[in-house]
């Protein structure tokens, strides 16, 4: 019975061996180094378990590194950006009614001129002839109403002889027929007489329009300015027609001009006259200029589908360093705000994040024993009137009141918030 347990013992550890690809050689003891052996690898498995877990662990122990700027106090300002044109606040085109020869141009470009100051003249020689013709005619004219004149005269004493020759006769003569006559011939000069001063009247009126035509061969300047372009050269034949000539461009004085720039529909709503402005030009660039809105206009313009509606700037020049013409970058302050609580717009943008799947305690049992799966981060849900401050480590949310922004600052009050205090405006986690 014994040898028969035996061998069954002897054939279990046979079987181990073979499993295990070793087998007993004759004389071998039992096979305890084997078990040895195998017991060792679970030990360094376990030793590596433990390793790998600890480095796991030490990955994922991170702390998040907050970014802040502290909330100043200062001014803001809100403006709109429009491009646009400078132009002389009044500019006259000077052309000619008359038609003839410029036999000469007295002024240049970038001359200085003054009101009724003669810019050009053109041949006068056939308008003197027109004036001479119209002097001859108007003389004329006055001969014969002088001439008329006369014969009024005569007639009428003719009359009054005849009438003082009846009454002393006691109208026996002269005859009815002489006194008519007489009346008619008196009616005739007097008819004469008028038709003399109507000619008279029209002759002075010819040489009077000839005379204005002879002083509009002078070409005057409406107003005080500049040239700013001279079209006419000596020679040159000058054309009247329906469409007048434009021989040169004046501007009124430059040392105050107007920036017409395009606003666009979106910025145009806060844009109103009296408001300040700044402006710069490619000539200077690093100069910054002064304005004041005094226009807006009602009337939109659309180019490239782009609706925009232009606003007149008015612009002090007395440098005269501003020339007409010149393009134009304006900003203009549709809000300023001063002495008021500025926080950066990444503080209000700022919100902490969160994760429901902290680091699970338990030691290196649980650590090596899988968990739940984590659930995905999720953002804290705030009121977007809140900016977060650090408090002992932790982020904490402080309500606010915002205003006005300009995009990079935004208006806040609030009875918790403060100049110099330190809001959050990101975070970075880093590991440890």
């Known amino acids: 019975m014994t040898n028969a ?64 700027e502290p909330i100043t106090r200062g001014t803001l300002r809100v403006t709109v950006s429009a491009t646009g044109n400078l132009q002389p606040i009044n500019k006259v085109d000077v052309g000619s009614e008359l038609s003839g020869l410029v036999e000469e141009v007295m002024v240049d470009d970038n001359d200085s001129v003054t009101k009724s100051q003669v810019l050009l003249r053109l041949d006068t020689s056939r308008l003197k002839d027109t004036i001479t013709r119209s002097e ?55 008819a004469t007489l008028a038709s003399a001063k109507a000619a008279v009247n029209e002759a002075r009126a010819a040489l009077s329009s000839d005379e204005i035509n002879l002083s509009k061969a002078l070409i005057r300047s409406p ?52 408001q300040k402005a700044t402006f710069t030009v490619d000539a200077y660039p690093n100069r910054k200029y002064t304005a004041q809105v005094t226009r807006v206009a009602y009337g939109s313009t659309t180019s490239n589908n782009v609706v925009s509606y232009t606003t007149t700037l008015r612009v002090k020049n007395e440098d005269l ?71 002992d480590g932790q982020a904490v949310a402080v309500e606010v009141r915002v205003g006005q922004t300009n995009g990079q600052h935004t208006e806040v009050a609030g009875g918790e918030v403060g100049e110099g205090m330190q809001v959050i405006t990101g975070a970075a986690s880093t590991s440890r």
């Open 5 to 68: 347990n035996g061998s069954q013992n002897v054939q279990k550890q046979e079987d181990l061996m073979a499993l295990l690809g070793a087998r007993r050689r004759p004389g071998q003891k039992r096979p305890r180094r084997v078990l040895r052996w195998v017991g060792g690898l679970a030990v360094v498995a376990v030793l590596l378990a433990v390793v790998l877990a600890a480095m796991r662990s030490k990955a994922n122990e991170a702390t998040v590194r907050y970014q802040t």
């Open 136 to 190: 001859a005619t108007l003389a004329s004219a006055e001969a014969k109403q002088a001439e008329a004149s006369a014969s009024v005269q005569q007639s009428s004493a003719n009359l009054d002889r005849l009438r003082e020759v009846s009454r002393l006769s006691g109208g026996k003569v002269p005859s009815k027929t002489e006194m008519e006559t007489a009346e008619a011939t008196l009616a005739k000069a007097q």
């Open 321 to 391: 360093t501003l020339r007409p013409g010149m393009t134009a970058t304006a900003e203009i302050a549709t809000v300023t705000a001063e002495n008021v609580l500025l926080v950066p717009n990444a503080a209000l943008r700022f919100t902490p994040a969160t994760s429901a799947g902290q680091q699970r305690s338990g030691g290196l049992l649980r650590s090596l024993m899988p968990g739940p799966p984590r659930e995905p981060e999720r953002q804290v849900k705030t009121d977007a009137q809140h900016v977060w401050v650090l408090r």
């Open 223 to 274: 107003i005080d300015g500049v040239v700013l372009k001279r079209s006419a050269e000596p020679g040159q034949t000058v054309a009247a027609s329906f469409q007048v000539a434009t021989l040169f461009t004046i501007a009124e004085d430059l040392r105050e001009m107007e920036l017409e720039v395009a606003v666009d529909e979106a910025d145009v709503g806060g844009v109103k006259a009296g």
